[in-house]
């Protein structure tokens, strides 16, 4: 019997009526590159591999990963033991669809590293903690809008599907879940000039998120900048939208071209 460790953020999904709404919404056809983070015992791996008649699974927990194996044959899924977090996901193709009920202790990190393959990505639906769905998905001026909200929206439409109960888990995690489509934008709609500057200045801006613009940011723009830029530098980082974010990034690196 396997006993769930902690450190992994295992919680098992349980509940059937959630595991058929979970296949319902991602919708798996054969011949698509469906990519499971985190099959754990394999709860939506049966249901996706059924539709998709291929899976590629990526598994920390070794204990996991050798019970898939020994289930189900290679080419029918192929199991990734290893830390998604320093997976490339860019050598398993293009068109990816990225599915999973995430580990909530690393999720946040996971969704920055996912953010990456973008380009490479159709979609992605993952399980996640609500409050971090909420973080994703809010906007500017309100509580949970931070660097998380920017990063993904500027490369993703985020569309929260449905909340999930603890008890569909088990052991039932102590806090309440969400399921979520992320969809990168077929065109960015607000290019960044140089992307590592705009993911510099967001990092720079919410780390000091209580201090005005003009001293969280002042490393990077002047006063005048402001004014140029038609951005009140008393404002706070978060009352700054995603469009707002690239245009501040994209005074500074026209100023190094
Ligand atoms: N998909 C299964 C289910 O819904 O019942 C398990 C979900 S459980 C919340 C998270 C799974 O991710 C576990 O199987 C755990 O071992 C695995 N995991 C945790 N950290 C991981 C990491 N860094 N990389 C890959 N898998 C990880």
């Not at 599907?161 to 077929?186: G, I, N, T, W, Y």
């Not at 720079?204 to 723009?221: D, E, I, P, T, V």
């Not at 995603?242 to 005074?251: G, R, T, Y």
Request: aromatic share 8%; proline share 7%.
């Amino acid at each position: 019997m396997h006993i769930p460790r902690k450190r992994f953020g295992q919680h098992f999904l349980v509940e059937p009526r959630v595991i058929a709404r979970i296949v319902e919404a991602v919708e798996p056809r054969p011949g698509e590159r469906v990519v499971e983070i985190g099959p754990g015992h394999g709860a939506l791996t049966a249901p996706l591999l059924e539709r998709a008649g291929h899976l590629t699974v990526v598994e920390i927990d070794r204990d996991l990963a050798a019970a898939l194996r020994a289930r189900y044959p290679e080419e029918q899924l192929a199991v990734h033991c290893a830390d998604a977090l320093r997976f490339d996901f860019g050598a398993l193709g293009a068109g990816l669809r990225l599915v999973g009920n995430l580990p909530y202790n690393v999720s946040t990190p996971l969704l920055f590293h996912l953010e990456r393959f973008a380009s490479q990505v159709r979609d992605m639906h993952f399980m996640l903690q609500k409050e971090v769905v909420d973080r994703m998905a809010a906007g500017a001026g309100t509580a949970h809008y931070g660097r998380l909200s920017v990063a993904l929206q500027y490369r993703f439409r985020i569309e929260r599907l449905f909340d999930v109960a603890p008890h569909a888990f088990k052991p039932a995690p102590q806090v309440h879940s969400a399921f979520v489509r992320l969809v990168p934008h077929p065109c960015l709609p607000h290019p960044a000039r140089s992307e590592a500057l705009f993911r510099k200045m967001v990092t720079a801006a919410f780390s000091q998120r209580r201090k005005m613009l003009r001293n969280a940011l002042g490393a990077f723009l002047k006063e005048a900048d402001w004014a140029a830029l038609g951005i009140d530098p008393r404002l706070r980082p978060e009352m700054l939208g995603v469009d707002a974010f690239v245009a501040a990034a994209n005074f500074v690196a026209e100023r190094w071209d």
